[in-house]
C-alpha cells in the first residue's frame, strides 16, 4: 500500500523559515512525480509545488515562487519543501501528493493527477 | 492561472438520492479533470481522473463527465459514506488548480 508521511511543521512568526519532508512507502518513489498541496484552516484546496521524477522538472504556485524550495531524495525516498520568509497566509495543513492514476489494480505516473495523499502537516505563521 | 468554479457550494440530499454537481473552467482543459472527495479532518480522497475515468476501488456509483469547459460528477445513488465535500482540479496546465469545493451534506 501507499503510505505518505509528513513531518516538520509547527508554530513560527512571520519571516522565519520551515522545513517539511515526506516520507514515501509502498511504491517506487524514483518514478513517481510528487507534490505539495495545501488547505489554509477552513479554506479548499491549493497547488504549491511539484517535482519530476528526477528532479528535472519543478514548479511552483506564484504565491510561494521565490520562498518555497521543493527538492526529493530518490536515495531517501523522500521529499522535502523548504519554506523560507513564512507568512501568515501561509498557514494551512501541509500536504504530500503521489502523482498517478490507477485502473484495474495498477497504477502509472502521471503528473498532476494526485492519487495518494499524506494525512497532512500543520504549519501556523503567527506573531 | 485557469479558475475553477463549482456550483452548487452546498447541496442536501438523502441517502438513495441522485446528484450531479457541476464544474466550470475559465478556459479549455480539453478532458483533463480530476474529482475528489475530502471528509473533515481527512486527506483527499481521488475518485475521477480524465473527466470520466474511475480511480481503482471507488464505487462505481460515481462518475464524470463533460469535457472542455463544463464538467460534471455524478453520483447515482447517495450512501451515508458520501456525504463530504468534492473538488475539481484541473490539470491541462503547469499550475494545477481547485475548484472551491461542494459540500454534500445530509438533508
Known amino acids: 500500500d501507499v503510505h505518505l508521511v509528513e513531518s516538520g511543521g509547527g508554530l513560527v512568526k512571520p519571516g522565519e523559515s520551515l522545513r517539511l519532508s515526506c516520507a514515501a512507502s509502498?511504491?517506487?518513489?524514483?518514478?513517481?512525480?510528487m507534490n505539495w498541496v495545501r488547505q489554509a484552516p477552513g479554506k479548499g484546496l491549493e497547488w504549491v509545488s511539484s517535482?519530476?521524477?528526477?528532479?528535472?522538472?519543478?514548479y511552483y504556485a506564484d504565491s510561494v515562487k521565490g520562498r518555497f524550495t521543493i527538492s526529493r531524495d530518490n536515495a531517501k525516498n523522500s521529499v522535502y519543501m523548504q519554506m523560507n520568509s513564512l507568512r501568515t497566509e501561509d498557514t494551512a495543513v501541509y500536504y504530500c501528493?503521489?502523482?498517478?492514476?490507477?485502473?484495474?489494480?495498477?497504477?502509472?505516473?502521471?503528473?498532476?493527477?494526485?492519487?495518494?495523499w499524506g494525512q497532512g502537516t500543520l504549519v501556523t505563521v503567527s506573531s | 492561472d485557469i479558475q475553477m468554479t463549482q456550483s452548487p457550494s452546498t447541496l442536501s440530499a438523502s441517502v438513495g438520492d441522485r446528484i450531479t454537481i457541476t464544474c466550470r473552467a475559465s478556459?479549455?482543459?480539453?478532458?483533463?479533470l480530476a474529482w475528489v472527495q475530502q471528509k473533515p479532518g481527512k486527506a483527499p480522497k481521488l475518485l475521477i481522473y480524465?473527466?470520466?475515468s474511475l480511480q481503482s476501488g471507488v464505487p462505481s456509483r460515481f462518475s464524470g463527465s463533460g469535457s472542455g469547459t463544463e464538467f460534471t460528477l455524478t453520483i447515482s445513488s447517495l450512501q451515508p459514506d458520501d456525504f463530504a465535500t468534492y473538488y475539481c482540479?484541473?490539470?491541462?496546465?503547469?499550475?494545477?488548480?481547485f475548484g472551491q469545493g461542494t459540500k454534500v451534506e445530509i438533508k
Open positions: 501528493a503521489r502523482a498517478a492514476f490507477c485502473t484495474k489494480g495498477v497504477c502509472y505516473p502521471r503528473t498532476k493527477i494526485f492519487d495518494s
Open positions: 509502498g511504491f517506487t518513489f524514483s518514478s513517481y512525480s
Open positions: 517535482i519530476s521524477a528526477s528532479s528535472n522538472y519543478i
Open positions: 478556459e479549455n482543459i480539453v478532458s483533463l
Open positions: 480524465d473527466a470520466s
Open positions: 482540479q484541473q490539470y491541462n496546465s503547469d499550475s494545477p488548480t
